[in-house]
């Protein structure tokens, strides 16, 4: 994956690739969206890693100091463009199954309603973006299937766009920013291999572990 994903670094393609597997991610939890960011984010940064080593040695004195700078600069931007992609790509996909299951709410209310816990999930989600807090969207992002339950039940409870968007925003943004700094720091300390995408992705399942114990985890009611 990583010999792929490195031929189609600071390409258009490596950007689209990306956009389509969070996208549909929403639909198809089990694709590889956040492992594909990581892998990216790894290539990105064993290619900076290398250019600023070649730069390095090639030259001498302020040429040096130029090169270093113009390809950090083109670095940093394509990690940043990465981040907004996955960012942006996670907010329509939201939106996409949010629409769908306002137009067609009976039809995925009945299917919610056919499992216990989606359909506390649900009720979850509804209690929490009417007193405001949105935490469990964010929340929600970095679970397994979590997206898919929270953007469906938010479309099926009729909940509105106000409501649901700057929870969706912020929570792609804190995934997309997670994912890709996960790839970046793991290719930049132990560069373009298996054992640093492993080691990222590992520590994306550990989040998403930890964010679904969360989301499950029973209310407390206190007593009046």
Do not use: K, N
Not at 77 to 104: H, K, P
Not at 140 to 162: I, N
Not at 197 to 219: D, E, H, I, K, M
């Amino acid at each position: 994956m990583l010999e792929s994903l490195g031929s189609l670094s600071g390409t258009p393609w490596l950007y689209v690739i990306v956009s389509l597997s969070i996208l549909l991610d929403v639909f198809v939890p089990i694709l590889p969206s956040g492992v594909l960011v990581i892998a990216a984010a790894t290539t990105a940064a064993g290619t900076a890693a290398t250019g600023t080593t070649a730069a390095r040695t090639t030259t001498a004195g302020d040429a040096v100091e130029m090169a270093s700078s113009v390809h950090g600069g083109t670095h940093l931007a394509e990690i940043i463009s990465l981040v907004v992609c996955a960012a942006t790509a996670s907010v329509l996909g939201d939106m996409v199954a949010y629409r769908l299951a306002w137009r067609g709410g009976d039809r995925f209310d009945r299917a919610i309603s056919r499992s216990r816990r989606l359909t506390a999930a649900q009720e979850r989600l509804g209690a929490a973006l009417t007193r405001g807090g949105g935490g469990l969207v964010v929340l929600a992002r970095f679970a397994p299937a979590g997206r898919s339950v929270v953007s469906l039940g938010a479309g099926v409870a009729h909940r509105t766009v106000r409501e649901f968007l700057p929870w969706s925003a912020l929570a792609g943004l804190a995934w997309a920013a997670y994912s890709v700094s996960l790839g970046y720091f793991g290719g930049h300390w132990l560069g373009t291999s298996w054992m640093s995408t492993a080691l990222s992705v590992v520590a994306l399942f550990a989040a998403g572990s930890a964010a679904a114990y969360l989301v499950r985890r029973p209310q407390r009611h206190t007593a009046h």
